[in-house]
Each structure stands twice: as C-alpha cells, then as structure tokens.
C-alpha cells in the first residue's frame, strides 16, 4: 500500500551511473539498497488487513448485519451478539497474519543488515547491506552473497573470472561464469586504482530478465559493450573466488532479484473459493426464507393483522398506525402492510443470520495453524544430509501442497534432484558397465550385486558404485585406449577443483560434467588445477604427474549456444 506522502519515482528508459561519484548518482533519485517484502507497516496493518477480511463474504455479511442491528426498529437482537464473535474472528485472522509479516519483517532486517566491504576513499569499510548506493564500488569473498546487481571489475582468478552460484535465481546448482572487462581487470585489488576508477555506465532502465543486460562502459575516452557475462546479480553466491570487485548498477527493489519477486498479495486457496461459494449459497438461501416471509407477513397483515392494532400497534412512522390515530382506510392499510412487510424482511436477516457460520474461517485458519506445525513436526520431511527440517514459513496456503494440476517442466532435472551418477561407457568398440553372466548375456543389478572394489585407489570413495570389473581390470592392465579415454573426461571440461579440509572436491557448471571427472578420479586419475599458470595437472598410479596447460576455454551462453 503506498503512503499519501510518498512520491512516485519518474518512469527510466534507461540508467546513467559514474562510478564513485555519490552525488551525480542521487540526484536521479535511484533506489537505496533497502529491501521489504512486508505487507504491512505498524500504520497500514489495521486499514489494509480489515480490507483484505472483509473480501471474504461471510465476513461483509456480518458488517452489514451489525449495521442492521443497530437500528432499534428493526432490531430484537442486541448488537453484541454479532460484535463479539465478529470482533473475534477478525482478531484470530489478524493476529496471525501478524505473525506471518513479522517473520518477513525479520527476514528483510537480516538481509539488510548482511555486511560488505564497501571502498570509500582508498580504504574498504564494512557497511550494512542497506547502505549501499548505486555507484559504489564493493568487495566480495569466497561464499558471500552478492549484495546488489553489480558490473564485474576484476577478480582473483586468472582472466578475471569468477564462478558463481545462482540456485536463489533460477533454481540451478551448477556454477555459472562470469569476466570482466580486460581493462578493468587491470586494476585488480589495487584500491588505489580502484578509487580512480570514474568510468560511466549507460545502460537498461530496471527490469526483470535475469539472462539479459545491454550497456555501454565510457572510460579513457573508449567505450566497451556490457551484456550478462559482466553482471553478478543480486541473490547469487561466488563460488572458487577468493574475491572480486564490482560496481553497483541496480540496488533494493530496482535489482532484478526484486523485480522477479512481486508484490506479496493476499492469496486464496480454493478451499477459500469452496467456502465463498458455499456462503454465496447458504445466503441465497437465507434471502429466499426472508423474502417469504416477509410475503406471508403482507398478505397477513393486510387482511387481518391491521385488526389487532390495540395489541400489536404498527410503528409510529407506518401509515395507518393506531399510533397516529389516522382511520384505517384501505389505502392506509395497504401502504401500512408493505412497510410493515419490509421491516419484517430485514428482522428476519437479523434473526436467521445464524444460518450464515462465521465460526468457518475461524476453524479453517486453526486448522492450517495446526497443519503447519505438523509439517514442522514430520519427519518423513526431514533432510539428515543437510540436517534441515521441513518449515512453514506461512500458513495460509498449506491445503495447496501436493494439488499439482498440470506440469511444465524444461527438463527433467527440475522435477528430479538433478543427480547424474557415472553407470556405462564404449571405448574402442567395447562396452563396460553391463553385468554379465556366465553364458554372456546382461545380468540384473539387484542391491545384492557385488561392486567393483576400488580400495587399491588412495582416491576412491565409498560412495561410487560401479558393477563391471572388466573396466578397472583394462585400466590396470595399462589398456592405451581406456586410459586416453579417461585422460580426456579428466581434461575436457570446466570443473574447478576445491580443496576442502584435505579432501579434493569437485564443482561443475553441470552434474554430466562433475559425474564424468569423478568417474576418472575413481578410475585412478585425478585432476588438479593450477590456478596461477592455468595448467591442468593429471596424476596416474605411482603419484605420477603430467601438466596441461589450458590455452582456451569454448564456453557457452546460458541457452546452451556457443560463443563466437
């Protein structure tokens, strides 16, 4: 909900930004790096909450009733009787949906208040994430997240690259990377050169396409083109990078993290839309009871209750009250029996308006409460790997899990843990990875089946499970076209080796890539990377070691296309 007092920011059709020049980036007004997924503040709470529940019809019904209550003409029910159980209804939903925005309230003061290294004046500062501004130049370390959306200046690694993690953005694991501009690479961690730096980025106004950036960078009087292989988005982890520098182009809401998000909506499940439709019902069912009765009270009044005045008077305001003294002619007596009539109508909505349950929603919210403790509690959903229980973070949509209509999936991976496991290969003609049996045919692989032990490798790990032995057999036997086959999946590709508390770790692009060289490292050649001289390093049997030096990278854009 916007506030009165809060101004609209002018609509970009593109962005101007200089590096380390604070005021000329401000007086474009461009956002802060503040963040708030809230849907309410301590002053829109009550206004904009009463909104949403009175979009449930169960809950406008009783308003309008305990507007009618308040007419004593009308009237033999006292208003609490309505008060009390409206007031508590409402009270139940907006205490929880309390609850739920405070937890979004601290999630958002956790993420602004994350530190980085900002350059001011030569010298890094650690600041909150919320203050930094567009134009600053910030540094990030190994296993960090990426702060704002930021133009890549130079790195660690050799070429200025770096390796990036982007599961927050599109769900993807594999690493992703990223270079710099050749003549910002230069500068390296210089901070010095760092805080000369004044180049002008003209660019994309704010927008949501995470694989899309279009720019143009004005230093030393050259211009160089920026597209998405010079961008870290907001949301994405460096990984294999012990640090890099970058310039913030889009920061807070303007980031296309935030742009992808939305506004938090108030969400209807469909057993909200069941029980809208079934009030629709019982309410329709309601009018058509009062509508007869109120006909029943109009033909009774007119052709016997006028009568019966002396003991059941019409109100003073009815024409043809004994009140008034005026004679009951027919005409009096007409006009007197349709307002009669009608104030029977709406009595009759106040008396029955117990048809109507708004106790409902009181127990379908109690219910997904108590749901979502349940799924807290479940154990069949808990992750020992990661050591991670299942949480519910809302309770207002916990009867939709699992009501899968339809599916639109790009690959499997997306509906699978994205796993590949190293199971056949053909080398030289020859299949390996098929179970045979004593008369040559493909046996079955049961959990009974005995696995190729690989305990003469210092590199195996328990975990890998191969079947056929004739494989590890050719690669000990010293076999020339097995061993070039395996030469080639421990060199051709982009996995980074990582070394982790003395155990060699591998982190690939994709799960094909890091199953393949695992698959060699088990086979007894394992690869090591040279960072410094880009060499690739091969050991065989006998810790025997041969280096590759690595002269070119084909890499591809995300859509899977190669580069030229």
Request: one cysteine or more; charged letters at 20%; a negative charge.
């Amino acid at each position: 909900m916007k506030l009165c007092w809060e101004k609209d920011r002018p609509i970009e059709d593109k962005r101007k930004i200089k590096a380390n020049d604070s005021a000329f980036n401000k007086s474009f007004g461009y956002a802060s790096n503040y963040i708030s997924t809230s849907k309410y503040s301590a002053i829109s709470f009550l206004p904009k909450n009463l909104f949403e529940q009175f979009q449930r019809i169960a809950n406008a019904y009783f308003l309008v009733l305990l507007i009618l209550q308040l007419i004593p003409e009308i009237s033999s029910l006292t208003p609490l009787t309505t008060v009390i159980p409206l007031v508590a209804v409402l009270a139940i939903s907006a205490i929880k949906d309390a609850v739920d925005d405070i937890q979004r309230h601290r999630s958002d003061s956790q993420v602004n208040n994350r530190l980085s290294w900002v350059l001011r004046n030569e010298h890094l500062v650690e600041e909150r994430w919320h203050n930094v501004d567009v134009g600053d130049i910030i540094k990030m370390e190994n296993d960090q997240f990426v702060a704002a959306d930021l133009l890549l200046l130079s790195s660690s690694e050799p070429n200025s690259l770096c390796y990036i993690e982007t599961a927050e953005l599109d769900g993807e694991t594999n690493l992703k990377v990223r270079q710099a501009l050749t003549e910002t690479a230069e500068m390296e961690d210089n901070l010095e050169q760092l805080s000369k730096f004044d180049g002008e980025i003209t660019c994309e106004a704010p927008n949501n396409q995470l694989n899309k950036y279009d720019g143009v960078l004005r230093w030393k009087g050259c211009e160089h083109a920026l597209n998405n292989e010079r961008i870290l988005l907001r949301g994405c982890v460096l990984r294999n990078t012990r640090w890099c520098y970058g310039l913030v182009i889009f920061a807070g809401k303007d980031t296309k993290l935030m742009m992808n998000s939305g506004k938090t909506t108030f969400k209807r499940t469909h057993i909200d839309k069941l029980m809208n439709l079934l009030i629709v019902g019982i309410f329709m069912f309601l009018l058509i009871t009062c509508f007869l009765c109120t006909i029943c009270c109009g033909i009774w009044e007119s052709l016997i209750g006028y009568r019966f005045q002396v003991y059941l008077p019409w109100e003073r305001f009815v024409p043809g009250s004994s009140l008034q003294g005026h004679s009951t002619t027919r005409q009096n007596v007409a006009a007197g029996s349709s307002v009669t009539s009608l104030l029977v109508f709406l009595s009759y909505f106040i008396v029955l308006n117990t048809v109507v349950p708004i106790s409902l929603y009181v127990s379908v919210e109690m219910i997904r409460f108590g749901h979502s403790w349940w799924i807290n509690w479940d154990e069949k959903m808990y992750n020992i790997r990661n050591d991670t229980p299942a949480k519910s973070r809302t309770t207002t949509l916990n009867e939709e899990l699992g009501q899968i209509q339809y599916i639109f999936s790009d690959k499997t991976g997306t509906l699978t843990q994205n796993v590949m496991t190293f199971d056949k290969c053909t080398v030289n003609g020859k299949i390996y990875g098929d179970l045979l049996d004593e008369s040559g045919n493909v046996a079955d692989i049961t959990c009974r089946t005995p696995k190729v032990d690989f305990s003469d490798n210092p590199m195996y790990e328990p975990h890998f499970c191969f079947y056929d032995e004739r494989l590890w057999e050719a690669v000990k036997a010293g076999d020339p076209h097995v061993h070039m086959f395996f030469r080639l999946l421990a060199l051709c590709h982009t996995v980074m080796p990582v070394d982790k508390d003395g155990h060699l770790e591998y982190q690939a692009q994709s799960p094909d890539e890091g199953a393949l060289v695992s698959a060699a490292r088990i086979l007894d050649l394992s690869l090591r990377l040279e960072r410094q001289i880009r060499s690739r390093s091969k050991s065989w049997a006998g810790s025997k070691f041969t280096i590759f030096c690595v002269y070119l990278t084909l890499t591809t854009t995300e859509s899977g296309c190669p580069l030229s």
